[in-house]
C-alpha cells in the first residue's frame, strides 16, 4: 500500500500548501532517503487524483478553491419571472385592521413617512394626539403652564391650541362678549379673552343667561327681556360655591361644550394637540370629560396635568394677578382679593387631587408643585407626553434676563456669502466692544430696578405693578451669573472676545448654535445660486421652513428647530442671566419660540445684524425689548413699540 502511494507521488506534481508565514512548502519530508508523505498529504493527493479524473491532467498548477455552494451554481439561460409589486394588505388577519397606528415619534424635518412626508402627526394616527386636561384650583398657574406647553409645542410644528372654559363661561355668563366665531379658541389674544363658537345647551343654541335673582332651576327662556336690556349673571365666590346646583350645571355644560370645540379641532381640524384649560377639580368632573372623549373617540391620547402650589409667595403673587383678569378688572383692588380668596376657598371644598382614580383607570398624569419644582409623572404613554414632562421639570420662575443678537459683520457679510468660517471685519470688531459695554452698563441697571421694585412693593398694587412677582425675588441679585453662548464660528466668538477678557462673564461655545449649513451652497451668494441652480432657488422660496439645502451636512430650518431643542430647555432651566450670540438662523428659531410664532413666519423673520433683543421672563409671560446699534456713537438705541417683522433684504 505505501509503494502504491510512493509510486503514485512520483508521477503527480506536489500540490503547494501555504505556510503560516505566508510561503509556499514541500507537502512532503526526507526521511532516510526516502519521500515518505505524512497522512494528511497523502489525503489530499487522492483527492487530486479524483480531482484529475474529472477535469484532466494538471500541466500547471491550480488555483485554491473553496467548497462554497454558489461555486456549483449554474447560471440559467432561461428569462427571468416578472417582479411581482407588493400589495397592501391587512397581514394579521383578513379582518380590518382595528387596532390604533403606532404611537411613535414625529419630529418635523427629523422623521417622515408616506401618510406624513413632513414629519408631523398625520390624521389617521389619533392615537398619538393628546387631549392635555388640565387640574387644579385657581391662582395654581394653570394658564401660565398651558401657554408655554401650547407655545413650545406648536414651536415644534406641533399643531396645539388652548382652549379655555373660563373664558366661554363668561361669555355664558354675559361677562365678555360673545363673537360668535365659527372658528376654534386661539391662545394668542393679549387679554386672555378668546374668541368663542356659540354654546349650545341642551342641543339646542341658548339665549344669553341673565339673572334677576339667584334661580332655583336652570330655566334660561325664563329670564330671557323683550327689552333685550339684560343683567348679567353674578360671578362672585358664590357661582362657585359646590352647592349653588345651578352654577354648576352651567359650569359643568360649559365646560363640555368646550371639550366639544376641542375635539372637533383634533379630529376634524388638524390639529395634533388640544388644552383644555379649567380647574376639573373633582373626581366626577374629570371623568365626565374622560367619558365625553371615550364616547367620541376611544382612541385619543389623555393627558392630566395638575398644578399645585404650597408656596405662599408664588400664591400671593398669582392671587394679585387675577385682579388685573377679566373677571375683575376695573375693580376694587382689597375687594377684589378678597372675593377671589373666597372663591379658592368654595373650590378647596370639594376638591380632590389626582391621585387612585386615574390610577385605577390606567390614565396617565403629571403634578406640577410650585411650578416645576417638583415634578411627579404617572404611566406617561408616547412621546408627546414624556416630551411635555420632561418640558415641565425645566420651568422656575427666577429674575433674570434673556439677550439675543447676531455676531458683529464678518468678512463673508461684505461678500453677501452664505455659511462659511470667516472672521470679522473691523467695523465687526467695533460691534463687540459696543455689545459688552452696553450689556455691563443693563445688567447692573437691571439690578438696581429690581431692587428698587422691592423697596416699593406695597398693596394695592399700582396699574402694571405685580408685586410681588417672582418667589425667588427675596434671595440675593447680586450672586447672578451671566452667561455668554456662543456658536463654534469664528465670528461667533470674537464677537464675544471683550466677555471672554472679563472674568465676570463665563462664555461658552455651543455646536448646536452654528449658523444653518447651507451644504453646497456654503460659500455662494443668493446671486449665484439663482444662476446656477435655478430650481433650488425657486424649490427655497416657495417653502423656506421645509427647505433643505442639498448636499453633505445640508440643513434647513427644521433641524435647527431640532438640535435647539434641548437649547430651550437650558434656557428655561438656568436662573442666571444669558447672551445668545449667534446666526440669522438661529437667532429666528429662538426669537419664534420666544414670541410664539406661526410657522408662516419663522424662516422670514427680519433679524438683521446690530440688531439685540431682550427678554425677561415673568410670572404672566415675558417683558420684551429690541435695540439697535448706533454705530456712530458705540452704543445700542431702544426700538419703541418693536413689533416683528418680515425681512427685506435677503443678504442682510
Known amino acids: 500500500m505505501t509503494s502504491h502511494l510512493v509510486a503514485s507521488t512520483q508521477s503527480v506534481p506536489s500540490s503547494p500548501t501555504i505556510s503560516s508565514n505566508g510561503g509556499k512548502q514541500s507537502p512532503t519530508s526526507r526521511h532516510d532517503g526516502n519521500i515518505l508523505p505524512p497522512p494528511a498529504v497523502a489525503h489530499a493527493l487522492r483527492s487530486l487524483h479524483e480531482l484529475d479524473s474529472r477535469t484532466g491532467p494538471l500541466d500547471k498548477p491550480q488555483p485554491v478553491s473553496y467548497d462554497s455552494p454558489y461555486s456549483r451554481s449554474i447560471p440559467s439561460t432561461a428569462p ?20 390604533p397606528h403606532a404611537t411613535t415619534l414625529n419630529i418635523p424635518g427629523m422623521t417622515r413617512s408616506k401618510v406624513s412626508p413632513d414629519g408631523r402627526i398625520p390624521a389617521r394616527d389619533v392615537a398619538a394626539k393628546l387631549v392635555i386636561i388640565m387640574v387644579g384650583l385657581p391662582a395654581r398657574g394653570k394658564s401660565y403652564i398651558t401657554k408655554k406647553i401650547q407655545r413650545y409645542l406648536s414651536w415644534q410644528q406641533h399643531d396645539t391650541r388652548i382652549f379655555n372654559v373660563g373664558n366661554r363661561r363668561r361669555i355664558a355668563a354675559g361677562v365678555a362678549p360673545n363673537t360668535n366665531s365659527p372658528s376654534p379658541t386661539s391662545a394668542a389674544v393679549e387679554d386672555g379673552l378668546a374668541q368663542a363658537t356659540t354654546i ?4 339646542r343654541k341658548a339665549p344669553e343667561i341673565v339673572v334677576d335673582d339667584e334661580p332655583t332651576r336652570l330655566d334660561l327662556n325664563h329670564h330671557r327681556r323683550p327689552s333685550g336690556n339684560q343683567e348679567k349673571i353674578d360671578q362672585s365666590a358664590k357661582f362657585f360655591d359646590p352647592k349653588n346646583e345651578t352654577a354648576a350645571k352651567l359650569r359643568e355644560q360649559v365646560a363640555l361644550d368646550t371639550l366639544d370645540e376641542l375635539l372637533d379641532y383634533l379630529l376634524d381640524g388638524g390639529g395634533a394637540v388640544g388644552i383644555l384649560d379649567a380647574t376639573n ?9 374622560v367619558d365625553h372623549i371615550k364616547e367620541r373617540e376611544p382612541k385619543l391620547g389623555i393627558l392630566f396635568i395638575e398644578s399645585i402650589c404650597h408656596d405662599e409667595n408664588l400664591l400671593e403673587a398669582n392671587m394679585r394677578l387675577k385682579l388685573s383678569g377679566p373677571d375683575y378688572r376695573d375693580k376694587d383692588p382689597v375687594k377684589s382679593l378678597e372675593d377671589f380668596k373666597q372663591r379658592v376657598k368654595a373650590y378647596e371644598s370639594a376638591y380632590q387631587p389626582l391621585g387612585k382614580y386615574e390610577e385605577d383607570n390606567d390614565l396617565q398624569y403629571i403634578q406640577m408643585i410650585d411650578v416645576g419644582r ?19 421639570t425645566t420651568f422656575n420662575l427666577s429674575p433674570r434676563q434673556i439677550w439675543i443678537t447676531r455676531h458683529g459683520q464678518s468678512v463673508d457679510n461684505q461678500l453677501h456669502k452664505l455659511g462659511g468660517d470667516s472672521e470679522l471685519t473691523e467695523r465687526g470688531h467695533y460691534y463687540g466692544q459696543a455689545l459688552y459695554s452696553f450689556i455691563t452698563h443693563k445688567r447692573k441697571e437691571w439690578l438696581i430696578e429690581q431692587k428698587n421694585k422691592i423697596a416699593r412693593s406695597s398693596f394695592p398694587p399700582q396699574p402694571g405693578d405685580h408685586t410681588p412677582p417672582y418667589p425667588e425675588l427675596y434671595q440675593e441679585l447680586d450672586d447672578k451669573n451671566f452667561c ?17 477678557a472679563d472674568e465676570d462673564y463665563d ?4 455646536e448646536m448654535l452654528n449658523e444653518l449649513n447651507a451644504g453646497t451652497f456654503e460659500g455662494m451668494t ?7 441652480y435655478p430650481e433650488e432657488y425657486l424649490k427655497r422660496s416657495r417653502d423656506k421652513l421645509q427647505y433643505i439645502y442639498p448636499g453633505v451636512g445640508g440643513e ?6 431640532s438640535r435647539l431643542r434641548d437649547m430651550v430647555r437650558e434656557i428655561e432651566r438656568i436662573t442666571d442671566h444669558v447672551l445668545i450670540i449667534s446666526h440669522r438662523s438661529v437667532c429666528r428659531v429662538l426669537m419664534a419660540y420666544f414670541m410664539d410664532l406661526t410657522r408662516d413666519d419663522i424662516a422670514d423673520l427680519d433679524v438683521p445684524l446690530g440688531i439685540l433683543y431682550a427678554i425677561e421672563p415673568k410670572p404672566y409671560g415675558i417683558e420684551f425689548h429690541a435695540y439697535k446699534y448706533n454705530e456712530e456713537l458705540a452704543w445700542f438705541d431702544e426700538l419703541p413699540n418693536y413689533k416683528p417683522q418680515r425681512t427685506v433684504d435677503r443678504n442682510n
Open 80 to 99: 427571468g419571472s416578472p417582479r411581482i409589486p407588493p400589495l397592501r394588505q391587512n397581514s394579521g388577519s383578513h379582518t380590518p385592521r382595528v387596532r
Open 200 to 203: 349650545l345647551l341642551n342641543g
Open 281 to 289: 377639580s373633582t373626581i366626577q368632573r374629570r371623568k365626565l370629560l
Open 374 to 392: 417638583k415634578v411627579i409623572h404617572h404611566r406617561l404613554k408616547g412621546f408627546l407626553s414624556s416630551g411635555i414632562a420632561s418640558y415641565l
Open 484 to 500: 455668554i453662548w456662543t456658536s463654534m464660528l469664528k465670528r461667533s466668538i470674537e464677537t464675544a472676545e471683550y466677555f471672554d
Open 507 to 510: 462664555v461658552k461655545a455651543w
Open 526 to 532: 443668493y446671486e449665484e445660486i439663482a444662476q446656477k
Open 556 to 561: 434647513g430650518y427644521l433641524q435647527v428647530i
